[in-house]
């Protein structure tokens, strides 16, 4: 037989209102996308303005009379005597020597196929070879290959250009645009990559025979370090192969890979920080924005009060409800740049506390291991809220650009007891990897046991995952003849 019973008990639940996921989302965001935001408040809601609030005529017989902040919060506490209307300055001001400007030089670039194009207009072709050219041009990824098939590109540019377009015509002026600065643009393969720009080396160097025949045939058998095969193959000595394979080196799988085109792809780093040492040993911290002040509406707010007073009318009910939630929005959103300013202040100033050592030195060796938790428990906010905070910010120290989030480090115990970062560990294994004999790489194994010859205590396992994060490849593939 069932039976039903009611038990009452106690259960802890974290609930985020709807406030405080906008202030996390809002805490998130970086200096272009607030601005950008306070643009987009400023268009869709009349009673937010920006700027300094223009002050009410006063006669030229009378003294100015001294700013007092209970006058610029008088009107609100006629219809919401909870709220205070703050003048919340979201940057730094002129007027305010305590937070330097920070202009980010912006520098002009053009794409890599702009570059090849103003090549083409440099060289004498008619007009059908400089349009078929220019298209090829537009066809290539941002690595500067060509992925699409000649008779692909051909159909396109017909149906484009109402033209009658064929592969042996695209096929020559592939050459033209092969022959392009940088050396390897316009390739289909690695291959090919890599022999254009063999080719192009031909006059200036030795050895350019043997790598072009390892780049044709054994390209796969030179990834592999099969040496032994390689000069069997061919018919050379040990000098002959490393000289080959020293030149394969050099070369660039990614002919515009390092191309100042990549600035279209990756946002300009604006630091949200100052750190500035002073002469006394420490620092001061800003934070660094547009200048821009937010402030309720005066128009607004008297219109708002005006309709409040007048009971004649049973339409303006309707008026100063839409007023009073336009007001209330306008009180959210400063207070929600007020309360990023604080926490990101407070983030700051404990980052820079706890790694006071790294700022004023600038070299990494000095950063102490620090996690999210540490700063936290230093400013009484909540991990995510740092997180959020350090996650995609940058500080501008003496030294150059910070991003908050190196500055974080796992720790671990020396034998002696001292903590070290992961950091520090990773460096060692570098230098390690660096100083080896590259005819007898060193292995993982051989690594941990002399990191723990020098007290730090790792397993050959640990010693992989670090090398992997640092993308260094196993002991074998590093072996050079």
Same mark, same amino acid.
């Given at each position: 037989?069932?039976?039903?019973?009611?038990?009452?008990?106690?259960?802890?639940?974290?609930?985020?209102?709807?406030?405080?996921?906008?202030?996390?989302?809002?805490?998130?965001?970086?200096?272009?996308?607030?601005?950008?935001?306070?643009?987009?408040?400023?268009?869709?809601?009349?009673?937010?303005?920006?700027?300094?609030?223009?002050?009410?005529?006063?006669?030229? /017989?009378?003294?100015?009379?001294?700013?007092?902040?209970?006058?610029?919060?008088?009107?609100?506490?006629?219809?919401?005597?909870?709220?205070?209307?703050?003048?919340?300055?979201?940057?730094?001001?002129?007027?305010?020597?305590?937070?330097?400007?920070?202009?980010?030089?912006?520098?002009?670039?053009?794409?890599?196929?702009?570059?090849?194009?103003?090549?083409?207009?440099?060289?004498?072709?008619?007009?059908?070879?400089?349009?078929?050219?220019?298209?090829?041009?537009? /066809?290539?990824?941002?690595?500067?290959?060509?992925?699409?098939?000649?008779?692909?590109?051909?159909?396109?540019?017909?149906?484009?250009?109402?033209?009658?377009?064929?592969?042996?015509?695209?096929?020559?002026?592939?050459?033209?645009?092969?022959?392009?600065?940088?050396?390897?643009?316009?390739?289909?393969?690695?291959?090919?990559?890599?022999?254009?720009?063999?080719? #192009?080396?031909?006059?200036?160097?030795?050895?350019?025979?043997?790598?072009?025949?390892?780049?044709?045939?054994?390209?796969?058998?030179?990834?592999?370090?099969?040496?032994?095969?390689?000069?069997? #193959?061919?018919?050379?000595?040990?000098?002959?192969?490393?000289?080959?394979?020293?030149?394969?080196?050099?070369?660039?799988?990614?002919?515009?890979? /390092?191309?100042?085109?990549?600035?279209?792809?990756?946002?300009?780093?604006?630091?949200?920080?100052?750190?500035?040492?002073?002469?006394?040993?420490?620092?001061?911290?800003?934070?660094?924005?547009?200048?821009?002040?937010?402030?309720?509406?005066?128009?607004?707010?008297?219109?708002?009060?005006?309709?409040?007073?007048?009971?004649?009318?049973?339409?303006?009910?309707? #008026?100063?409800?839409?007023?009073? /939630?336009?007001?209330?929005?306008?009180?959210?959103?400063?207070?929600?740049?007020?309360?990023?300013?604080?926490?990101?202040?407070?983030?700051?100033?404990?980052?820079?506390?706890?790694?006071?050592?790294?700022?004023?030195?600038?070299?990494?060796?000095?950063?102490?291991?620090?996690?999210?938790?540490?700063?936290?428990?230093?400013?009484?906010?909540?991990?995510?809220?740092?997180?959020?905070?350090?996650?995609?910010?940058?500080?501008?120290?003496?030294?150059?650009?910070?991003?908050?989030?190196?500055?974080?480090?796992?720790?671990?115990?020396?034998?002696?007891?001292?903590?070290?970062?992961?950091?520090?560990?990773?460096?060692?294994?570098?230098?390690?990897?660096?100083?080896?004999?590259?005819?007898?790489?060193?292995?993982?194994?051989?690594?941990?046991?002399?990191?723990?010859?020098?007290?730090?205590?790792?397993?050959?396992?640990?010693?992989?995952?670090?090398?992997?994060?640092?993308?260094?490849?196993? #002991?074998?593939?590093?072996?050079?003849?």
């Amino acid at each position: 037989m069932l039976r039903h019973n009611q038990q009452l008990g106690q259960k802890q639940m974290l609930k985020l209102s709807p406030q405080q996921i906008q202030l996390l989302n809002f805490i998130q965001l970086n200096t272009l996308e607030l601005e950008q935001k306070i643009r987009d408040e400023l268009e869709e809601n009349p009673a937010l303005e920006a700027g300094i609030p223009t002050p009410d005529p006063i006669e030229p /017989s009378e003294p100015p009379p001294e700013p007092d902040d209970s006058e610029r919060v008088e009107l609100s506490e006629h219809y919401h005597p909870d709220d205070e209307i703050p003048d919340y300055k979201t940057t730094s001001d002129p007027r305010n020597t305590d937070k330097p400007d920070y202009n980010s030089p912006l520098v002009q670039t053009k794409d890599f196929r702009e570059l090849l194009k103003d090549q083409l207009t440099m060289m004498s072709l008619p007009p059908r070879e400089r349009l078929l050219a220019g298209y090829l041009v537009d /066809s290539l990824d941002d690595d500067g290959y060509l992925r699409l098939s000649l008779a692909d590109i051909a159909d396109n540019l017909s149906f484009a250009h109402s033209i009658f377009v064929t592969e042996t015509e695209l096929d020559d002026e592939l050459e033209t645009v092969q022959s392009l600065d940088p050396p390897g643009v316009g390739a289909r393969d690695l291959r090919e990559c890599l022999l254009l720009q063999l080719e #192009a080396k031909r006059h200036d160097l030795d050895c350019i025979d043997v790598a072009q025949q390892i780049v044709d045939k054994y390209l796969q058998d030179l990834a592999a370090h099969h040496y032994e095969k390689l000069m069997l #193959a061919l018919g050379v000595t040990s000098p002959q192969l490393k000289c080959a394979t020293t030149l394969i080196e050099k070369l660039n799988p990614r002919p515009v890979g /390092s191309d100042t085109s990549r600035l279209f792809k990756n946002q300009n780093i604006i630091p949200e920080f100052i750190v500035e040492k002073v002469e006394s040993g420490d620092f001061r911290v800003a934070i660094t924005n547009g200048s821009a002040e937010l402030h309720l509406s005066k128009d607004m707010m008297e219109n708002l009060e005006a309709m409040r007073r007048d009971k004649s009318s049973k339409q303006n009910k309707a #008026a100063v409800q839409y007023l009073r /939630s336009k007001v209330d929005s306008a009180l959210w959103f400063i207070e929600m740049v007020r309360q990023r300013e604080q926490s990101m202040l407070k983030t700051i100033r404990a980052l820079v506390r706890l790694q006071g050592d790294y700022f004023r030195t600038g070299d990494p060796k000095h950063l102490r291991p620090m996690i999210l938790k540490d700063v936290a428990e230093q400013i009484g906010l909540d991990i995510s809220t740092i997180s959020r905070i350090t996650s995609t910010k940058y500080a501008l120290a003496d030294f150059g650009i910070v991003h908050l989030k190196d500055l974080f480090h796992q720790g671990m115990a020396k034998a002696d007891g001292e903590l070290v970062t992961n950091r520090e560990i990773s460096d060692h294994i570098a230098a390690m990897i660096v100083a080896e004999d590259k005819q007898h790489p060193i292995t993982d194994k051989y690594i941990a046991e002399a990191l723990t010859r020098n007290g730090y205590v790792v397993a050959r396992r640990t010693v992989a995952k670090y090398r992997e994060a640092m993308h260094i490849t196993i #002991a074998k593939m590093r072996k050079e003849i």
